[in-house]
C-alpha cells in the first residue's frame, strides 16, 4: 500500500518535472516562433516518413475522394467535421478570456447543429457568424504567456512545436464535444473526421504538392510555411517591426538591371 | 536530394539555356516596357505614397485576378494571365534581388536580368496555382495601413464552412512607380518563403547563379 503510494507520488514528481522542463524550454523562447531547431535530425526522419504517408497513402485517398465525392457532397462533410470542432474553439476561447469569441463560436455550433442540420450547412455564416478558431496551443501562448519551444514535425500530424504538440494531445483528450454532446461515439467522430482530412487534403491539393513535391527542400518550406502561419494565427498579424522592406540597402535596382538612365 | 544533383548535372549538359534565353527575349520587352518609367523617376523619391493609391493599385489587381480567375481557363493560360498582371503590377526586379540575397551584388548584369525573368515565370506558377482558388467574389479589400516605408492592404476571403482566409498585399512607390512587392497570404510572406527556397536552391548548387537560373528555368 505504501509502496504503490510512494510510486504514485514518483509518478506525479516525474510529471511534474517534465512539466516544469518543458515550461522552462518554452518560457525561454521569444514569443514569436523565430525558431532554431535543435531536433532538426528527428524532424527530417519524421519529415520523410510523413511525405512517404503523404505519396502512398493520403495523396492517393484524396484523388480518389476528388473524383467519387461530388464537391457539393465533400464541402458539406468538411462543414460537419468543422462544426464539430466548435465546441473545443470555444472553451479554449473562455480559458483565454475571449469570451465574445467563444459565445460567438457556442452559438454558432447551436445553430449549426440544429437549424443546419449537423453542421451540413453553415447557417450561422449567412448572418455573419463566421468560424473563429483556436486550439490549446493558443490558449497555453495567450493565457499562460508559453513560447513555442523548439520546432518539431510530429509523425503523422505534421509540423508543430513543443507546446502546439502538448496543446494538440490536451486537445484530443480533454474535447468538450462528447460532454456537449454524449450520445456521440468517439471512434466514429475520428472516422469521420479523418474521411474530412481526406477531404481538406483534396481541397488543399496545390498547397501541399507545391509545398511537398515541387521546393528545393520541403522539409525547410513546410517549417516555414507552419511558424510564420501560427505566429500570425496567434498575434492576428505581425508588428510593424516584423515586416522586411527590400528597398532598404543597395542601389539602384533598375540601374542596375538596364545601365544608368540615358544609356 | 539524390536525384537533385543528379538532374543538375544533366541540365548543365543540356541546352537547357534555350529555355532561359528564349524566355528572356519573349519577356525583356515587357519587363522593359513596364519599368521605363520607373528609370526615369529617381528612386530616392520621398516617400509619398497614401493608402487610397496602394488601395487602388490592389483593387486594380484583385478585379483582373477575379477576371480571369473565375473564367474558365485552363491553369496554364490563367498563369500566363497571373504573370501578365504580375509584371504590370508588382516589382518583381526588386523581389528577385531580395531573393537571391547577398549573392546579387556579385553578380553579372546578365544573370541579374536573366535570374529576374525566370524567377518572375517561378512566382507567377507558384503563387498563381496557389491563389487562384481565392479568385471569388467573396475576396474583398477591408483596410489598408501604413508601415514603415510602404503601405498593407487588407484583403479577406469570406466563405461559410470554414474560417476567412487573410490575404495582405504590400505596396511601395520607392521605385518611383506604385507597384506591389510581396503578397502575405495567411501569415506566410511570398518574399519570405521565395528568399528561403533561393537561397537554398542556390546553397545546393555551390552559389552558381547560372546553374540556379537553367534549374528554375527547367521548373516553369
Not at chain 1, 187 to 210: C, E, L, M, P, Q
Not at chain 2, 116 to 140: C, D, M, P, W
Not at chain 2, 199 to 212: A, H, V
Request: proline share 4%; net charge neutral; hydrophobic share 45%.
Amino acid at each position: 500500500m505504501v509502496s504503490s503510494i510512494l510510486i504514485f507520488a514518483r509518478q506525479v514528481q516525474t510529471s511534474f518535472a517534465a512539466l516544469a522542463m518543458v515550461i522552462l524550454i518554452c518560457a525561454g523562447q521569444p514569443a514569436l516562433a523565430r525558431m532554431n531547431d535543435p531536433f532538426e535530425s528527428f524532424n527530417r526522419m519524421s519529415h520523410t516518413g510523413n511525405l512517404l504517408l503523404d505519396r502512398y497513402i493520403a495523396k492517393p485517398a484524396s484523388e480518389f475522394y476528388g473524383k467519387a465525392v461530388p464537391s457539393e457532397v465533400a464541402s458539406l462533410i468538411q462543414r460537419m467535421s468543422s462544426n464539430l470542432s466548435l465546441p473545443r474553439a470555444a472553451m479554449n476561447q473562455f480559458l483565454q478570456f475571449q469570451f465574445e469569441r467563444g459565445v460567438h463560436n457556442s452559438l454558432r455550433f447551436f445553430v449549426n447543429s440544429t437549424v443546419g442540420l449537423a453542421g451540413a450547412f453553415d447557417v450561422a455564416a449567412y448572418v455573419g457568424f463566421y468560424e473563429y478558431r483556436t486550439d490549446f496551443g493558443a490558449t497555453l501562448y495567450n493565457s499562460f504567456g508559453l513560447g513555442s519551444g523548439p520546432y518539431i514535425e510530429l509523425p503523422a500530424f505534421g509540423p508543430s512545436n513543443l507546446r502546439d504538440g502538448i496543446g494538440l494531445a490536451v486537445d484530443m483528450v480533454f474535447n468538450p464535444l462528447y460532454w456537449v454532446v454524449p450520445s456521440l461515439d468517439v471512434a466514429g467522430v475520428i472516422s469521420f473526421n479523418a474521411i474530412a482530412a481526406v477531404g481538406k487534403r483534396h481541397a488543399n491539393a496545390t498547397i501541399v504538392d507545391t509545398l511537398f513535391y515541387e521546393s528545393e527542400d520541403s522539409y525547410a518550406q513546410t517549417k516555414l510555411y507552419y511558424t510564420q502561419n501560427r505566429e500570425f494565427e496567434l498575434l492576428g498579424g505581425f508588428p510593424e517591426e516584423d515586416y522586411m522592406d527590400p528597398y532598404i540597402g543597395t542601389g539602384d535596382i533598375y540601374e542596375e538591371l538596364f545601365g544608368p538612365f540615358g544609356n | 536530394m539524390r536525384n537533385c544533383s543528379a538532374r543538375s548535372e544533366i541540365k548543365a549538359e543540356s541546352p537547357n539555356f534555350r529555355v532561359a534565353n528564349s524566355l528572356t527575349r519573349r519577356n525583356l520587352f515587357g519587363l522593359l516596357a513596364a519599368t521605363a518609367a520607373a528609370v526615369a523617376v529617381p528612386s530616392s523619391a520621398a516617400f509619398s505614397l497614401t493608402e487610397n493609391e496602394a488601395k487602388k493599385l490592389v483593387e486594380n489587381l484583385i478585379s483582373i485576378f477575379k477576371r480571369v480567375g473565375q473564367s474558365e481557363i485552363s491553369d496554364e493560360k490563367f498563369i500566363a494571365e497571373f504573370e501578365k498582371a504580375l509584371g504590370q503590377f508588382s516589382d518583381i526586379p526588386i523581389i528577385a534581388r531580395s531573393a537571391l540575397g547577398r549573392p546579387w551584388r556579385n553578380a553579372t548584369r546578365q544573370q541579374k536580368i536573366e535570374f529576374t525573368l525566370v524567377f518572375q515565370s517561378h512566382v507567377a506558377r507558384k503563387y498563381g496555382k496557389i491563389l487562384r482558388k481565392f479568385a471569388s467574389n467573396e475576396l474583398e479589400i477591408r483596410s489598408a495601413r501604413k508601415i514603415k516605408n510602404f503601405v498593407e492592404v487588407s484583403s479577406v476571403v469570406r466563405r461559410a464552412g470554414g474560417q476567412p482566409i487573410d490575404i495582405r498585399w504590400l505596396v511601395s512607390d520607392k521605385s518611383g512607380q506604385t507597384k506591389l512587392f510581396d503578397i502575405i497570404l495567411e501569415g506566410v510572406s511570398m518574399v519570405r518563403a521565395e528568399r528561403s527556397e533561393i537561397q537554398l536552391m542556390l546553397d545546393k548548387r555551390k552559389g552558381d547563379i547560372d546553374l540556379l537560373i537553367t534549374d528554375l528555368g527547367a521548373r516553369i
